[in-house]
């Protein structure tokens, strides 16, 4: 409520200046909503702001309002006589319906608003904020936790190119707050140590896990395809591994009969497969998981990849990845679900080694702060060092090689 005096004018002789640099966003819908909020207060609580030459300051939804319930005159005051506060608080009411304003400022002039109100006044609400500017309570609370994610420093918010970017963001990211803290709720035992890389048999291992579930999975186990056999794989610089399709569905198969146990409630995997097994894979994975049926693409832009058969058909320079949800967990931004990036460019030289960059790039839909990561065949660790340099929470590579364990080990630091 302001202060000093109210008048009380002719609204035939309100002078409104239309400068279209400075035009506010005065809705149909916001005239309706101010238009019966008048009417269940039995009156207008907030006057109009008039400067001396009765041109309208502020209040030009007010006035509309009162224009559309059919009244003569209404309440002002001038501007000259309010004190600096009460100035300051117009001109941010002001600022939050300015046209000429981009979303931060205007979302940056609601909070400044709404936390004067609540510091000077004894019982100030997001809905007395609403009613105040004119805006539904819901958009008002909206736009609050946007502009507390800008002042917060949030770098994925102040990117957003439009106020509904922004709003999508902060909406996901409340979400995923709120699993994260339901999965710790429900879960006795801590975070174990934050960057590990175990040699052990996955096989062996999952059943037997009895810690924190994983809210993120990265799973690229062995294709199944007997790579060892390829060209590609024949010129592997570190090591083989055992990539018959038995082992396949072995460890898909531990990987599905211990979902309860490993991941959360409210989690993501992103599974590698070869697309020799498409469908079969998709079938499985869709009795645990959601999988969106258009696999991630890692595009090796070196045109590296194996070729089966020279003389009938090309080499393979692509690899594939279903992503897939527990809990309908949301991500934390959208990327493209096709990267490029080189497959010879390897830091530790295992012969099945993820390009980091490809997997960052994918990885900025999932790991932030509360990640905790499970990498179940590790190999060289590629993932859980991305996901570790990412500010994953904790990372958890597995890895039955002694050799390739060591080496990961050694390369995540
Ligand atoms: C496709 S590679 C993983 C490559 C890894 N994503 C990288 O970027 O380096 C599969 C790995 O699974 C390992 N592996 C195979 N069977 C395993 C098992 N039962 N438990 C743990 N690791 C296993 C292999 O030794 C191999 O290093």
Redesign the pocket.
């Known amino acids: 409520m302001l202060s000093g005096e109210f008048s009380s004018i002719n609204i035939e002789d309100i002078y409104i200046k239309r400068d279209d640099r400075i035009r506010k966003e005065v809705t149909p819908e916001s005239i309706d909503s101010m238009a019966e909020s008048i009417t269940r207060c039995g009156g207008l609580i907030h006057p109009i702001i008039l400067d001396r030459e009765h041109t309208l300051v502020a209040g030009e939804t007010r006035l509309s309002a009162c224009k559309q319930l059919g009244w003569d005159r209404i309440s002002f005051q001038y501007l000259d006589t309010l004190s600096e506060r009460e100035q300051l608080l117009i001109e941010l009411e002001e600022n939050v319906r300015r046209k000429d304003l981009d979303w931060k400022d205007k979302c940056d002039a609601l909070l400044k608003f709404h936390n004067m109100q609540v510091e000077s006044e004894d019982v100030w609400t997001v809905s007395d904020t609403a009613k105040a500017v004119g805006y539904s309570v819901s958009a008002t609370s909206e736009q609050l936790s946007v502009a507390r994610a800008v002042v917060a420093g949030n770098s994925l918010v102040m990117a957003a190119p439009k106020l509904s970017t922004a709003k999508a963001i902060v909406s996901r990211q409340n979400e995923r707050e709120a699993s994260d803290m339901a999965n710790a709720i429900s879960t006795t035992a801590g975070p174990k140590k934050s960057n590990e890389i175990l040699t052990?048999?996955?096989?062996l291992w999952a059943p037997s896990y009895s810690g924190t579930p994983f809210n993120f999975v990265h799973a690229?186990?062995?294709?199944g395809i007997n790579f060892q056999s390829t060209s590609q794989g024949a010129v592997a610089e570190h090591g083989e591994?055992?990539d018959s399709e038995d082992?396949y569905w072995k460890?898909l198969g531990t990987l599905l009969d211990n979902t309860d146990r490993l991941f959360a409630e409210s989690s993501h995997l992103i599974f590698?497969f070869s697309l020799n097994f498409y469908q079969q894979t998709l079938d499985k994975l869709k009795t645990k998981f959601k999988v969106d049926p258009y696999p991630l693409i890692w595009f090796k832009s070196d045109n590296t990849g194996i070729l089966p058969d020279f003389n009938r058909g090309p080499r393979r320079v692509y690899e594939t990845a279903f992503f897939c949800s527990r809990g309908d967990r949301k991500i934390i931004q959208a990327v493209g679900n096709a990267v490029a990036a080189p497959g010879g460019d390897k830091v530790?030289g295992?012969a099945?080694?993820?390009n980091e960059a490809m997997l960052g790039h994918f990885f900025r839909m999932i790991v932030d702060s509360n990640t905790r990561m499970l990498?179940?065949?590790?190999?060289?660790?590629?993932?859980v060092r991305v996901a570790k340099r990412m500010g994953a929470q904790s990372v958890l590579g597995?890895?039955?090689?002694e050799k390739?364990a060591e080496d990961a080990r050694r390369a995540l630091g």
């Not at 052990?200 to 096989?203: E, S």
């Not at 690229?220 to 294709?223: A, G, R």
């Not at 597995?398 to 090689?401: K, N, Y």
């Open positions: 052990v048999d996955f096989n690229d186990l062995p294709y591994y055992n082992v460890l590698w530790v295992h099945s080694e993820k990498d179940p065949t590790c190999g060289s660790g590629s993932a597995l890895e039955r090689d390739f």
